[in-house]
């Protein structure tokens, strides 16, 4: 038995989020809008059209900017606080997948008596919700389009949050938002787009024939557009690309989950703050190597239909090359995580069962600690 699930509505259009007034229509029945983005995104001025366009058609804005990369669970209780207090009736979560997951626990926790930590794994998170609207200005967590957030809690520990009440309402794709974004940020955030396809059509528990389509769709798109993208930003063409790419790869791991490569890249964002798209590029070609006995017909399926070859070495070759074209580091000590850390970061990949139950071939410990000394 296989099922899907997905956001029901996503518009398309460039240019789009400076329209924000139509494209929230029939979602905030009290006129109150709470917008969840980061400082960084504000400064860029990438939401003033849309917010001016709101507040001209008579919509009330709160803006929450506090959240930061990988959200600590503590920003989003305050987001939420502040969320419940402006008494909104629509939530807009305007970024990349840090604001867009806050918003999605945000949404949850201002309208529900859950604690937070009673939504920590998977199915645990139950409605209702506030309404919920997501704009992505980065081409890669496709978080727009899963029930997934990932926050950070404590000091140092990523956790999922994955139910289905974390849809989003309604997404809107501009890829006018993601021309400013910088070479380095769009090759690791467009890897990891690629990744969650890779690991979606290898995840061997819910593997099924709609993530299967929708991931090898996301790799031709995203596969042509990577490197035209790194190498001109303003390209709108292959920016569409992307943003699309990384959309149809979070359908397909919304349902055919991701797995070690994921499990094997939070250690790195957790304890050392790398970006998330860029652990996964770090950790993505020997994870894949090490998977590819049970992996190799999957592996090959992709090259074929990517045209870059019969077997699943061609896909693997095909990722190093990539990240070679779009200049994404290639070592621990690039990101300054020396070799002592391994130890602790194999412990901590080991408690990520959510994703390590979807690898191909099983994860031990000695197997990671092979994997991140390979990358050293
Ligand atoms: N929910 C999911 O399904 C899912 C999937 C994968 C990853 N994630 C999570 O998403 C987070 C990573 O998201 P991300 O990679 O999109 O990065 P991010 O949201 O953390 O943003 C990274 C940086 O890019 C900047 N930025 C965003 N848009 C920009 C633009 N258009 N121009 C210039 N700068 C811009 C931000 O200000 C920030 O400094 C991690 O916490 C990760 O765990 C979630
Ligand atoms: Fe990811």
Known sequence: MHSFQTVADIRIEPGGAAKLDAYVDGLCANKRIAVITDKGVRALGLIDAGIAALEEAGYQIMVFDDVVADPPEGIVLQGAAAVKAFQAGLVIGFGGGSPMDTAKVIAHLASSDQKIHELYGVGLAKGPTLPLMLVPTTAGTGSEVTNVAILTTGETEKKGIVADSLYADRVLLDAQLTIGLPKSITASTGIDAMVHAIEAYTSIIEKNPISDALALAALRKLRRAIVAACGDGADMDARNDMLIGAMLAGQAFSNAPCAGVHALAYPLGGFFHVPHGLSNALVLTEVMKYNQPKADHW??????????????????????????????????????????????????????????????????????????????
């Open 299 to 376: 592996y090959g399926e992709i090259a074929r239909d990517l045209g870059v070859g019969g077997n699943g070495s061609a896909l693997i070759d095909e990722m190093l090359r990539l990240k070679e074209a779009t200049d994404v580091p290639k070592t621990l000590s690039a990101v300054n995580i020396a070799a002592e850390a391994i130890p602790m970061m194999a412990k901590d990949a080991m408690t990520k069962d959510r994703l390590l139950v979807n690898n191909a071939r099983e994860l031990t410990y000695a197997a990671t600690l092979d994997i991140y000394e390979a990358i050293l």
